[in-house]
């Protein structure tokens, strides 16, 4: 993969319209390349950075560069990357304007700078900053922020604080209930075959040890549930349909179709399917945010 920051110049004034047509138009193609990055416009010049496979992205600089609402178009800088930096966005976008600036160390300058000519090591540097400092600012506003600490309201603060607490007593009498159900395993193993005569070994009796096993699977899964709600940048939705997945696929493991109705056992197919689907919907959407 390659990333690449190029500089031009709008041919005329550019209105929120037209923004957001070169918007429209850029993410619905960038989603079908597998292209994501940011386009800032300062109101004189359009600063935009592109990632994706080195092929797409040359072609797609050759179809930008032909495009006559901007001029003046340099390709400032182009590398290799194994990872992303804009993951997320398939094109973030930012009108940058004096103010945004102003607090920013080292950065009340940018207006100042000349870049209409040569692009220099330091012009180059300043661009960059300007380009990871927004990065950085969608990424804070994008992460999951339910639980957050970032509190100015102190009584919100003491009670996210203690939400955090509570998951933390959860998280530690999961972790003691794992090592309980691990036990039981050992137990059920025990009493189911190691006790038992080889020829006295029903399928009920390996069922019970599968369903053992399972329960163990399951409750680490919840474990690792319980501990992503206090962390910031993970919306546990995958892991919920994982664990759901899993809990349903335990009770198939452990069917004896001589008790189950027919009913029940088409309900439970179709519950996997939904669930099956889910996960991989989601997965799909993780890799096209993150295709790394
Ligand atoms: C500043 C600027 C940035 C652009 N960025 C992209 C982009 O990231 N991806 C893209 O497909 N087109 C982008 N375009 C639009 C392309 O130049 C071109 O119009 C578009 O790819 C044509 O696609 P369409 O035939 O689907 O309309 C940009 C245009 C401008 C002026």
């Known amino acids: ?117 040569e692009i220099d090591h330091n012009k180059l540097k300043l661009i960059n900053n300007l380009l990871n400092h927004f990065r950085n600012e969608r990424k804070k506003k994008n992460i999951h922020e339910e ?25 530690l009498l999961m972790m003691l209930t794992v090592l309980w159900c691990v036990l039981d395993v050992v137990v059920v193993i025990y009493k189911e075959i190691l006790s038992l005569p080889i020829t006295s070994l029903g399928k009920s009796e390996i069922l019970h040890v599968f369903g053992s096993f399972m329960i163990v699977l399951i409750a680490i899964e919840i474990f690792i549930n319980i501990t992503l709600y206090i962390r910031n940048d993970v919306i546990p939705v995958k892991m919920v349909v994982a664990t759901a997945l899993m809990a349903v696929a335990r009770k198939i493991i452990v069917f004896d179709f001589h008790d189950v109705s027919a009913i029940h056992v088409i309900g439970t197919g179709l519950l996997v399917i939904a669930l099956g689907g889910s996960y991989w919907l989601l997965e799909r959407e993780f890799k096209v945010h993150s295709d790394t």
């Open 1 to 117: 993969m390659i990333q690449a920051t190029y500089i031009s110049t709008p041919m005329r004034p550019m209105s929120p319209e037209d923004l957001m047509q070169i918007l429209n138009s850029a993410r619905l193609n960038n989603i079908q390349l597998g292209v994501s990055g940011m386009l800032l416009f300062t109101g004189s010049e359009f600063i935009q950075i592109l990632e994706g496979e080195e092929r797409i992205i040359e072609k797609l600089l050759a179809t930008i560069k032909q495009d006559p609402r901007h001029g003046n178009f340099r390709v400032i800088e182009k590398k290799q990357i194994t990872v992303r930096d804009y993951a997320d966005w398939t094109m973030g976008f930012k009108r940058v304007d004096k103010d945004d600036l102003r607090d920013i160390p080292g950065m009340n300058k940018f207006f100042d700078t000349d870049l209409s000519g």
């Open 147 to 171: 639980l957050s600490l970032d509190q100015e309201d102190k009584f919100i603060f003491f009670l996210h604080s203690m939400i955090r607490f509570a998951v933390k007593v959860l998280a």
